[in-house]
């Protein structure tokens, strides 16, 4: 409840984890109540894990609303396509989306409502994504709800 009344004054809408760089583990085990609070109230996770351990988290948690984070190109036919696939409440940033191409062909197979921009900094140089997004070959509808929309959406849908 005091997480809630603070989220709500303050007018705070998802929250982030950074597990690996933390050293802990987002997991039903350890963070069980609080990702039933984040069910519950429709707020985003956005989170910076390997794909395969973001999958286990949807997999205790599958309505659990989940950005991953600085996923790149290399997991997306072995890991991040099954998990896309299984899990309507996965959305991808598109920090590391440098591959020609690979933004339309997300576009192609999942829509642009799961793609967020994310720059990756500071991991990143921040320039790089913003130049794919703008010169991929997508409606101009589809680069504006990548670049803002859809992360206006998820957040609208907070219930604090």
Do not use: W
């Not at 809408?13 to 039903?28: G, I, V």
């Not at 997999?59 to 996923?71: F, G, Y």
């Not at 991929?136 to 849908?157: H, Q, S, V």
Request: net charge negative; glycine share 8%; proline share 5%.
């Amino acid at each position: 409840d005091e997480l809630l009344t603070f989220m709500a004054r303050h007018q705070i809408r998802a929250l982030r984890a950074f597990p690996d760089e933390h050293r802990y583990c987002l997991n039903r085990r350890t963070f069980g109540q609080l990702l039933e609070v984040l069910i519950a109230h429709r707020i985003p996770l956005l989170v910076k894990q390997n794909i395969l351990a973001i999958g286990d988290l949807l997999a205790e948690n599958p309505d659990l609303i989940v950005v991953a984070m600085n996923v790149g190109p290399h997991s997306l036919e072995r890991y991040l396509r099954p998990l896309l696939d299984a899990f309507p409440t996965l959305y991808i940033d598109s920090s590391h989306y440098m591959v020609e191409g690979l933004i339309e062909e997300f576009i192609g197979r999942y829509g642009p409502e799961r793609l967020l921009f994310g720059s990756g900094y500071p991991d990143i140089c921040s320039g790089a994504a913003l130049l794919r997004l703008a010169q991929a070959d997508i409606r101009d509808e589809d680069r504006a709800a990548i670049a803002g929309g859809n992360l206006d959406r998820l957040l609208a849908g907070v219930a604090l």
